[in-house]
T-cell receptor, first 118, second 115 residues
Framework: AQSVTQLDSQVPVFEEAPVELRCNYS??????LFWYVQYPNQGLQLLLK??????LVKGINGFEAEFNKSQTSFHLRKPSVHISDTAEYFC????????????????FGKGTLLTVNP | NAGVTQTPKFQVLKTGQSMTLQCAQD?????MYWYRQDPGMGLRLIYY???????DKGEVPNGYNVSRLNKREFSLRLESAAPSQTSVYFC??????????????FGNGTRLTVT
């Protein structure tokens, strides 16, 4: 079965420290991978996505993620975080909505709450 | 530039009451979705609509019904609310013509409490 696992439910860090949020997936088909961010009391926004090509993907707000096919991972990184990065981060994989169909739906991980402390 | 608009923002229901959550998008997207978000559970798909006139069940459809009224609007109905349906509900849309790399655009959510 296809699934997405976010290995840490909470990650506290200090401002200006580097951070890595981990995501692993399992799938029997090729995948498209996404990271979304949710700020308090808001909906989710797309941070970045991997479709094909270069395994290092750059997104908004200085975040980047690396696709590793052999380790089935898509970890999110930022070299120096700010207070404003405090949010919940969701990894997601795009899968066929039904067998043989051309429609797709996202399956989300359970989220990682990143808290940046001064 | 409204994007995806959900109403209401907050709602409190008593067990057994019914209500409809409204969602509208102005991006001419074909596909629309309803998710629920619960602590520690991430987002779980309730129903989705690949295009106008079609709807399909997601992971957790029990206790819900949906209507794709037209291309813009996709409503979620709770016929007889239960405390287990206390959650934050998100509507989303995507342009399915670009295939599975199309990102979702989310509304700001409806926070529902069932007592």
């Amino acid at each position: 079965a296809q699934s997405v696992t976010q290995l840490d439910s909470q990650v506290p860090v200090f401002e200006e420290a580097p951070v890595e949020l981990r995501c692993n997936y399992s799938s029997s088909v090729s995948v498209y991978l996404f990271w979304y961010v949710q700020y308090p009391n808001q909906g989710l926004q797309l941070l970045l996505k991997y479709l094909s090509g270069s395994t290092l993907v750059k997104g908004i707000n200085g975040f980047e993620a690396e696709f590793n096919k052999s380790q089935t991972s898509f970890h999110l990184r930022k070299p120096s975080v700010h207070i404003s990065d405090t949010a919940e981060y969701f990894c997601a994989v795009s899968l066929p909505a039904f067998s043989g169909g051309s429609n797709y739906k996202l399956t989300f991980g359970k989220g990682t709450l990143l808290t940046v402390n001064p | 530039n409204a994007g995806v608009t959900q109403t209401p923002k907050f709602q409190v229901l008593k067990t057994g009451q019914s209500m409809t959550l409204q969602c509208a998008q102005d991006m001419n997207h074909n596909s629309m979705y309803w998710y629920r978000q619960d602590p520690g559970m991430g987002l779980r798909l309730i129903y989705y609509s690949a295009s106008e006139g079609t709807t399909d069940k997601g992971e957790v459809p029990n206790g819900y019904n949906v209507s794709r009224l037209n291309k813009r609007e996709f409503s979620l109905r709770l016929e007889s609310a239960a405390p287990s349906q206390t959650s934050v509900y998100f509507c989303a849309s995507s342009d399915s013509r670009t295939g599975r790399n199309s990102p979702l655009h989310f509304g700001n959510g409806t926070r529902l409490t069932v007592t």
